[in-house]
């Protein structure tokens, strides 16, 4: 089998998964919801503090909630022992771990564009910043999937590997929030939002290309 | 790997191996403890009492003499980390692996001194404990990366898998530490006025400097001498049940 079709493969067999546990699918949606409507909660409503704060919360919501979804990325793999096969497989491991982390994504992070227009609204984002919030989202969900695939990989053996796997994890994340709010604060003021897009854009292309060795390295440890 | 010469080859390996690592060791701290006291007597009374009070911030800049080889140090032992992660992977070294984890609590101290005398000298600079200063953020970023390495050693129960997941992990890390950094001064200039950069970097007088360049080495003098202890205890902790310690304990009873 060539290796573009086990990749394929790869994708199809989780995307099947996943749709057979439909209810799973949705808890990160709702969770990045429920997490945005906290926030005027507990800061109170005020429509010009909201406005003002929105990118970050939004930014800062979806950050959880896709740091909370990437727990299921190997750990049903390793518990039923399909990982194993996949490491005895005569494919490049780091193009099957590609071809799940892109699965993932897929399910846990694309959905995310489809609640974030509600959450504009709720916070009362500009109109105008609603393109490059979607922007952003394209481009820095896949990022934050893939880097956070090198700390499940070494996390995936433990058995509590959440609390330390957020403490792995979101260091990295600093600078595709600070690009990707960055992005949709200057998009609501009305400013050129370029240069930010195009470095999240560079940190997808390496990540894509970087990423995927250090987690395949990673999940022999674990599973060894 | 013939384009190491024999002799130098020949030295590496004998040094990884654990006894002759440990008496080596053994051999080597009291000179580095001797410099270490030295350089750290020299670049206290230079930087305390020989150099001259600065015009503008009084004596209370004399704390860089902590905090700027504090800081240095938080990154290169950081590097020194991956360096020996990177040697660990791809020659499976175990002294390798014993020094990449005896270096993270050493680091992270560093980071965490760089951090504490940063916010003492904020309180009389900028009127107040914390500032989200691009430095400071992406040194407290550090220090969160330095712990998820010891947490991350603590969690993996057997200890050689624990030394590759952490070697992963610190090269990870390297790779990253340049883009956080530029990313978090960049959102500095984005968010915050430049009053701060402007006391950030005073240029320095000549007496001011070398107190300062003396300290730095002398940090990493005490890195060494800090590193080998620890690794000296890593080492009698994996290998309890091993001859050469046995020996050892016995010579020593």
Redesign the interface.
């Known amino acids: 089998m060539p290796l573009i079709r086990a990749f394929l493969a790869i994708i199809r067999r989780d995307l099947l998964l996943a749709f057979r546990r439909r209810a799973e699918m949705a808890n990160p949606l709702f969770f990045f919801v429920l997490v945005v409507t906290l926030f005027p909660l507990a800061i109170g409503a005020q429509p010009n503090l909201l406005q003002a704060m929105a990118p970050g919360v939004i930014w800062v919501s979806a950050l959880l909630a896709t740091l909370l979804s990437l727990d299921s990325l190997f750990r049903s793999d390793f518990e039923d022992g399909s990982l194993e096969q996949m490491l005895l497989s005569p494919h490049a491991l780091s193009v099957l771990v590609l071809g799940k982390i892109v699965a993932h994504w897929l399910v846990s992070g694309l959905p995310l564009l489809l609640v974030a227009p509600l959450l504009a609204l709720f916070l009362g984002l500009p109109e105008q910043a609603m393109g490059t919030l979607w922007l952003t989202l394209i481009l820095a969900t896949p990022l934050l999937s893939l880097i956070g695939a090198i700390g499940v990989a070494l996390t995936v053996g433990l058995r509590r590997g959440g609390m330390l796997l957020s403490l792995l994890v979101l260091p990295l994340y600093v600078p595709v929030l600070i690009f990707a709010s960055g992005a949709v604060d200057r998009a609501a003021g009305g400013l050129p939002v370029g240069a930010q897009l195009n470095i999240l854009l560079a940190m997808l292309l390496a990540a894509l290309a970087l990423a995927p060795l250090p987690t395949s390295i990673a999940l022999k440890m674990s599973v060894n | 790997m013939s384009w190491i010469p024999a002799p130098v080859s020949r030295f590496f390996h004998r040094t990884s191996s654990p006894p002759h690592f440990y008496a080596l060791a053994d051999r080597f701290i009291p000179w580095l403890t001797a410099i270490f006291l030295l350089l750290l007597g020299a670049g206290l009374y230079g930087g305390l009492y020989l150099a001259p009070t600065d015009y503008q911030q009084g004596d209370s800049y004399r704390i860089i003499y902590i905090h700027v080889p504090a800081a240095w140090m938080s990154l290169f032992v950081y590097v020194m980390m991956a360096i020996m992660g990177g040697i660990a ?1 791809v020659w499976r070294m175990k002294l390798a692996e014993v020094m990449l984890i005896s270096s993270a609590p050493i680091g992270a101290g560093f980071t965490f001194v760089a951090l504490v005398t940063g916010s003492l000298w904020g309180k009389p600079m900028w009127g107040t404990w914390w500032v989200w200063d691009a430095r400071l953020t992406s040194e407290l ?1 550090l220090l ?2 330095y ?2 390495v010891i ?2 050693y603590g ?2 129960e057997d200890k050689r ?1 624990a030394a ?2 952490v070697s ?2 610190a ?3 390297v ?2 530490i340049p ?2 950094h530029y ?2 001064e ?2 500095n200039t ?1 968010h915050q006025p430049a009053t701060v950069s402007k006391l950030d970097k005073p240029s320095i007088h000549i007496t001011m400097l070398v107190p300062l360049l003396l300290m730095a080495i002398a940090f990493k003098f005490y890195y060494l001498i800090a590193v080998l202890q620890a690794a000296k205890l890593e080492l009698l902790k994996r290998e309890t049940s091993s001859q050469w310690v046995k020996n050892m304990l016995e010579k020593q009873a």
Do not use: E
């Open positions: 992977l970023i969160f990366l712990l998820g947490s991350l969690a993996i898998s590759r997941a992963i992990l090269l990870v890390g790779v990253n883009i956080i990313s978090v960049w959102w984005l």
